[in-house]
């Protein structure tokens, strides 16, 4: 019950960054779909995973994200179109998907979904895997996230100074 719930209140959040046209609210909007699918992984078992979503993604990410739109001062403009243009590309993307996961389900083997839990999550196994291979990727994710923020503040800061 709480974890169709969520998955709803997950699935509306995600199909209203589809709809909303203000930076602000569709990264609200983003934030509750990030928090949901915390909340699914708690309930299916993965706390690690989920308090990572929440500290990490929720936290740390979106709160950087809000502060970067607050800090450009996105404003939306009187005679914009109410949708965004992509609503049609991602409702079309979004049907084929379901397709495909349909007809992977239906032609499964097995013709069930494997167990939940059937593989045990170990610390010590993510921490090793974490710190021996993928800590460079994280590092770099982290430097291309400051220099895409410095480089809209250039193009925020052109544009300024073009417009008077």
């Known amino acids: 019950m709480i974890l169709g719930l969520l998955g709803a209140v997950a699935l509306g959040s995600a199909v209203l960054m589809l709809l909303m046209r203000e930076p602000m609210r569709v990264a609200l909007a983003l934030i509750t ?22 500290l990490i993604y929720v936290g740390a990410v979106m ?17 914009n179109a109410r949708y965004s243009r ?8 979004f049907a084929m998907l379901v397709g495909v996961l349909g007809i992977g ?14 593989t045990v999550f170990s610390l010590t196994q993510f ?5 021996s291979q993928y ?14 923020i410095v480089a809209a503040l250039a193009v925020i800061k052109v544009s300024r100074r073009a417009n008077g």
């Open 127 to 131: 921490s090793t895997a974490f710190l």
């Open 33 to 54: 779909t990030m928090i949901m699918l915390g909340g699914i992984y708690g309930l299916l078992g993965v706390h690690f995973i989920a308090a990572f979503q929440v």
């Open 63 to 79: 709160v950087f994200m809000v502060y970067v739109i607050m800090l450009l001062e996105v404003r939306e403009a009187p005679g």
């Open 135 to 148: 800590w460079l990727a994280f590092e770099l994710t982290s430097v291309f996230l400051v220099a895409a």
């Open 86 to 93: 992509w609503l049609v590309p991602g409702v079309i993307a």
């Open 105 to 118: 389900v239906s032609r499964s083997s097995a013709g069930t979904l494997p167990a939940l839990g059937a």
